[in-house]
């Protein structure tokens, strides 16, 4: 089993809320294979509320990872944020086809939140990545510098230069 801190031995809590606190860093994610991040500061609160018959989990991460900006490949700090709700309740055997609800056998003394975390994390961080100097135009790369110089330049529209046919085509335009 991956992360043995991330085990929760609830069998001999009692029923109501307990409170669990963790720090995620790069080490975390490399356990899984995953090599993304350059490095990694992440707060977990993690709230298990025992029921008699099933518990519910509630997480909520909040942090940053340097990631790699997808324009110019200057890494920077992604300050990202997630939080996770499930519940989980006892069967016959393991079961953790459904996202929200995690079976898990009678038999069963501890939980391991480490994969729920992990997928929470990877999928709070942006699809696109862009360096926040790129949006406010105050990074300097040379990445950027090459864009700029192979960035089309404005076409004028000449109408003398403009084949006739396409005004006729734009007569048949309609709104509708």
């Known amino acids: 089993m991956k992360q043995k801190e991330f085990h929760i031995p609830f069998s001999g809590?009692?029923?109501?809320?307990?409170e669990f606190d963790y720090t995620i860093e790069n080490k975390f994610f490399e356990s899984f294979g995953y090599n993304e991040f350059n490095d990694v500061s992440i707060r977990l609160h993690v709230v298990l509320n025992i029921m008699s018959t099933m518990m519910e989990l509630e997480m909520q991460a909040e942090?940053?990872?340097?990631?790699?900006?997808?324009?110019?490949?200057?890494?920077?700090?992604?300050?990202?944020s997630g939080s996770l709700e499930l519940v989980v309740k006892f069967g016959d055997e393991y079961n953790d086809e459904n996202d929200e609800i995690l079976i898990i056998p009678h038999s069963e003394h501890r939980l391991n939140i480490a994969q729920y975390i992990y997928e929470m994390l990877v999928l709070a961080v942006p699809q696109k990545r862009v360096h926040p100097g790129v949006l406010d135009g105050t990074l300097e790369s040379v990445a950027l510098k090459k864009?700029?110089?192979?960035?089309?330049?404005?076409?004028?529209?000449?109408?003398?230069?403009?084949?006739?046919?396409?005004?006729?085509?734009?007569?048949?335009?309609?709104d509708k």
């Open 13 to 18: 809590l009692k029923q109501g809320k307990h």
């Open 147 to 174: 864009l700029e110089e192979l960035h089309p330049k404005e076409i004028r529209e000449d109408k003398e230069k403009i084949d006739p046919r396409w005004d006729e085509l734009k007569k048949l335009r309609t």
């Open 63 to 80: 942090g940053s990872v340097n990631v790699e900006c997808d324009t110019t490949g200057e890494p920077y700090d992604q300050k990202i």
